[in-house]
């Protein structure tokens, strides 16, 4: 029953995401109840991991260490409307770098999905230098502007979706097969949807050369 409440909630969000006449209010409720999924709910499903994070500083920790120890594919989905997870959940300066570092090396030698929305410039000079770097593993995609809250996460390896955003005031990892599952297939779902901007080695022009005139 846990996960089929989890579900019915992510198909929420992705209705809301494409309705034009919710109320702000039941949107931003719907958002914060989702982020701070209950440990209570989740620990009654048979054989879940879950970790809850004392502070953001613990919790982007964890994300640079299981960023590095990914094996298989990352699937990144912190498109806020704020400036990206680091600067979201006010992290020093040092463990920013570090996270930023961890997702160059990851994306040459694993797949790395990545989803955006172009808000400030930061977005867009982060997009140029994952672009620079050319990581045959990087991929990515966007969407115009939205004003509704996004639901943040990051899944690594398919085996453990990391709660990481900026509404919530916990931040989770969660390990268990049928809600990663779940993610995996709302992530999947976002980006078909998305505007590729590159995938692989190939680097969609005409949308880069749209999203870069938008901010000169």
């Excluded at 999924?37 to 953001?56: A, H, K, M, Q, W």
């Excluded at 230098?129 to 899944?155: N, V, W």
Aim: charged share 25%.
């Amino acid at each position: 029953m846990s996960s089929i409440g989890i579900y019915l909630a992510l198909e929420r969000i992705v209705f809301l995401e494409h309705s034009q006449n919710m109320n702000q209010e039941r949107i931003e409720n719907l958002t914060y109840e989702i982020n701070n999924l209950s440990s209570t709910i989740i620990n009654s499903l048979d054989g879940v991991e879950l970790r809850e994070f004392s502070s953001t500083v613990s919790g982007m920790q964890y994300v640079i260490k299981r960023v590095k120890q990914a094996k298989k594919q990352i699937d990144d989905l912190t498109w806020s409307q704020a400036l990206g997870l680091a600067r979201d959940l006010n992290i020093t300066e040092s463990l920013e770098k570090q996270y930023q570092d961890q997702i160059t090396n990851a994306a040459t030698k694993i797949p790395y999905r990545e989803i955006f929305i172009f808000q400030t410039h930061d977005r867009v000079e982060k997009l140029k230098k994952r672009l620079d770097e050319q990581s045959p593993g990087y991929s990515c995609a966007y969407y115009d502007k939205t004003e509704i809250p996004l639901l943040q996460f990051m899944i690594i390896d398919g085996s453990e979706v990391i709660l990481i955003s900026d509404h919530a005031k916990k931040h989770l990892a969660i390990k268990q097969p049928h809600i990663v599952h779940m993610f995996s297939e709302y992530y999947e779902q976002i980006w078909k949807n998305a505007k590729v901007i590159k995938y692989g080695k190939n680097i969609n022009k005409t949308e880069l050369n749209k999203i870069l005139t938008n901010f000169n």
